[in-house]
């Protein structure tokens, strides 16, 4: 069998290249902190933190995988903001079919149906952004725009640091 569940996990980095590590997820955020806070609110700069989070931790860094991420994270945070519209719009038949979509959106993600939106960041963001103190106080728009670029950035800084990393290590073989 040759898939995702029977891999092997990687190796730990020995403490002087994890020590590496760190520094580059420190200068990472630092600068997502300074460009993001720049173009965006601090209650939606945690949207392209979350999405660094994600694409580390569940997607490995495979740049491959980063679009199914985006669009899984604006699918979540969609999902959250159309229980506040609609409990706004139309009260509480607007909240029963707000949960019920909700409900309807876990269920494709469970079944594995349209993957590329329904998926772990999708999950992830709607957890996150159905919170009730996030639905209170952010600006959806916001937290989506702020997501998408700053898994942008990430995603770049990752890659250049992969690009440098391969010209700097001498080959294989």
């Known amino acids: 069998m040759n898939d995702a569940s029977s891999a092997a996990p990687a190796a730990a980095p020995s403490p002087v290249v994890g020590l590496g590590i760190v520094a580059i997820v420190v200068v990472a955020v630092i600068g997502w902190a300074i460009i993001g806070s720049k173009l965006f609110s601090d209650v939606t700069l945690f949207g392209g933190f979350l999405l660094l989070w994600h694409y580390a931790n569940i997607e490995q860094l495979d740049i491959k995988r980063l679009p199914a991420a985006l669009l899984g994270a604006l699918v979540g945070i969609a999902l959250a903001w159309q229980v506040v519209y609609l409990t706004q719009a139309i009260g509480g038949t607007g909240t029963l079919i707000g949960l019920l979509i909700m409900v309807a959106a876990i269920y494709l993600q469970v079944i ?52 440098i990393a391969g010209r700097l290590m001498p080959q294989a073989g």
């Open 112 to 163: 594995n149906v349209l993957p590329l939106f329904f998926n772990a960041a999708a999950m992830l963001y709607l957890t996150v952004a159905a919170a009730p103190l996030i639905q209170l106080k952010v600006d959806f728009v916001q937290l989506g725009l702020a997501t998408v670029v700053g898994g942008i950035f990430f995603a770049a800084f990752i890659e250049a640091v992969k690009w």
